[in-house]
């Protein structure tokens, strides 16, 4: 059986009273019965002195003066309840002694060891018990002494029942006493050790009641004893795992959103190598259909081919953390940078974290840079070997000729206008890339801006007997942009067409009002470009003919410039050509105000 701890401090403390009344009662009783005895012992030595005494002189003489003793001792043992008195003389014989036992023995000698001790003049005294009747009896054998020399004895025996009687109420009441005190002791010990196991039991209950998950329990505090301090610091406890799981959980959200909404994919594998996790970012790098409930799935199955054999017992082995490039993808190539960083707790592996990220812009962000500086060199290249070789033969003599020297410097002449252009359409690209291009709008009539523009190609289609007409609107079309920006958009347009139309050929431009814009077309009857090569040509340096464009000057940067130019107003330019049949280039412009913000307002 279990005994609570009530049960215990009750018999603990119980067997301590006990303990303590036996002992207080057992040195209470010996005392007693000590005192009891010695007083009982003083009063037989009075009285056998005083008998003693009061028979010296008739010991003295040693008459046979039996009788005379005998009711001497009668009288004087009659004042004494429960002794026997009995005198010896000197030789030890019976001189008196109580009525009828004695009567018998009266001149006999009586040969004692306590009598013989007294008779050679020694007081003895002694408890003794009687066998037969099991009484206890007090012995006192007192020698009469006549001037030192010891003429009889006198012999008492008192029986000491009345004492021991006594003794034993006394330890009845005692007892008693003792029982009552204990039966109340144990009733106010389970009352007391009650107040004590009262709110232990409630605070285990509560505590148990936490353990299932119920935060909100309090104690009522009743007093201000450490059991009060008990429940004071559970409270506090509570409260304070309420607050500690509030930032934990809060932590956890932040920590969920963290994962939800950021690019980088992230897969966690426990150690055992199946999924914990699985973020958004990670099913949409991973292309991954199934729902993220489909957790504890092995990482062959979420890495579906990505990873060999080989490669998977590697990562699960739990080696250092590692960065691995992968390519995934059957139609669109993707390239992630993979990085697998082992979690561990007290040192050993708990799982792996894998993070992907996806790198496929800035691969081809850095290829697209690199083959821009390759395009860049390689188109400044041209025009200074060209240059250089010119000079060196103008160097070698020919400039002596004249004629020769005109050529040749002509050639270095428009060979560095290239140069120029070049650098100049870069420059511009470069300010647009990094937003330093100040953007000046203004309310502009787009009909009166066109025919501005025409005015200056107008006597170049002429030259090259190219018919150019137009179709723009009577009513001023008022639409918000930077017109030296859309000069140079007409101007690379209108280059084109004219550079890429045969003489005799048409050039139309456009204007109109359409979906709350304008969109503006440049048309001709040009050469056009072979379907294959349309989506391609708004890439900087993209020429269909390379050779041919470069002859007449292009840079290849023109389309791109002009691209780059209206998606800045918030416009859209698309091309459409039929080869051998002609070209169209359509922009348009969104009427509504761009914000502001990407504007630098023009004042005045
Ligand atoms: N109107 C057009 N007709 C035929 N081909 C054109 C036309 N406009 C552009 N292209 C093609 O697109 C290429 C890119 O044009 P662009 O960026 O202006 O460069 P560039 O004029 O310096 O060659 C040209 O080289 C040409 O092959
Ligand atoms: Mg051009």
Request: glycine share 26%; net charge negative; no cysteine.
């Given at each position: 059986m279990r005994v609570g701890m009530q049960g215990k401090i009750v018999l603990l403390y119980s067997l301590l009273i006990l303990f303590a009344m036996q002992l207080s009662g057992v040195y209470l009783v010996k005392s007693l019965e000590n005192y009891y005895l010695r007083n009982y012992a003083t009063s037989q030595l009075a009285q056998g002195e005083l008998l003693g005494n009061f028979i010296r002189r008739y010991l003295v003489k040693e008459e046979q003066q039996d009788e005379l003793i005998s009711s001497l001792i009668a009288e004087f043992g009659?004042?004494?309840?429960?002794t026997e008195t009995m005198v010896l003389d000197r030789?030890?014989?019976?001189?008196?002694?109580?009525?009828?036992?004695s009567l018998s023995l009266l001149g006999e000698r009586v040969i004692q060891d306590d009598v013989l001790l007294a008779l050679a003049g020694n007081r003895v005294e002694a408890i003794r018990v009687?066998?037969?009747?099991g009484v206890r009896y007090y012995f006192l054998a007192l020698p009469v002494k006549n001037m030192s020399s010891v003429v009889g004895v006198v012999f008492l025996r008192g029986s000491l029942e009345h004492i021991y009687l006594l003794l034993k109420e006394i330890k009845l009441i005692l007892i008693t006493g003792w029982g009552i005190v204990l039966g109340i002791a144990i009733v106010i010990g389970f009352l007391l050790t009650r107040t004590i196991t009262m709110p232990i039991r409630e605070v285990t209950s509560r505590a148990a009641a936490m353990a299932g998950g119920n935060f909100s329990q309090r104690i009522e505090v009743r007093s201000e004893d450490e059991i009060g301090e008990l429940g004071q610091m559970f409270n506090f406890l509570t409260a304070r795992l309420k607050d500690t799981l509030k930032e934990i959980s809060s932590e956890k959200n932040k920590v969920e959103a963290i994962l939800n909404y950021m690019s980088d994919g992230i897969v966690a594998f426990n150690k055992e190598g199946k999924s914990i996790h699985l973020n958004p970012a990670a099913q949409k790098i991973l292309e991954w259909?199934?729902?993220?409930?489909?957790?504890?799935?092995p990482g062959e199955v979420i890495f579906d081919k990505l990873f060999t054999p080989e490669e998977m017992l590697e990562l699960f082995r739990g080696g250092s953390p590692s960065t691995k490039e992968v390519h995934i993808g059957d139609s669109r190539e993707k390239i992630l940078q993979v990085h697998f960083a082992p979690f561990k707790e007290n040192g050993t592996l708990q799982g792996i974290l894998v993070v992907f990220h996806d790198v496929t812009k800035e691969r081809i962000f850095s290829l697209m840079q690199q083959e821009f500086v390759a395009n860049v060199s390689h188109e400044l290249r041209t025009p200074l070997t060209t240059i250089k070789n010119y000079i060196e033969t103008l160097l070698n003599?020919?400039?002596?000729?004249p004629g020769i020297r005109m050529r040749f410097l002509q050639v270095v002449e428009k060979e560095t206008e290239r140069m120029v252009k070049l650098v100049k359409d870069l420059l511009i690209l470069s300010q647009i890339d990094y937003q330093e291009t100040k953007w000046v709008k203004e309310e502009t009539d787009i009909a009166f801006l066109i025919y501005e523009i025409l005015d200056q190609v107008e006597l170049e289609c002429q030259a090259k007997g190219i018919f150019l007409h137009t179709l723009l609107p009577q009513q001023p079309l008022l639409i918000s942009l930077d017109k030296d920006k859309i000069r140079q958009v007409m101007l690379n347009l209108l280059d084109n067409a004219l550079k890429f139309t045969p003489p005799g050929g048409e050039i139309e431009v456009r204007a109109c009002e359409k979906d709350s814009g304008v969109c503006v077309s440049v048309k001709d009857t040009g050469i056009g470009i072979p379907p294959e090569e349309v989506d391609r040509v708004?890439?900087?340096?993209?020429?269909?003919d390379k050779t041919r464009s470069r002859h007449s000057?292009?840079?290849?940067l023109g389309l791109s410039i002009a691209k780059q130019i209206i998606e800045a107003h918030g416009g859209t330019v698309f091309l459409e050509s039929k080869l051998e049949e002609g070209t169209e280039v359509t922009f348009c412009l969104p009427l509504e105000k761009h914000s502001e913000d990407s504007w630098v307002s023009h004042e005045g």
């Open positions: 009659g004042g004494m309840t429960g030789h030890g014989r019976l001189l008196g002694g109580p009525e009828q036992r009687d066998p037969d009747t259909t199934g729902s993220r409930a489909e957790l504890g799935l003599g020919a400039q002596e000729d708004f890439e900087r340096f993209y020429r269909v000057g292009g840079t290849g």
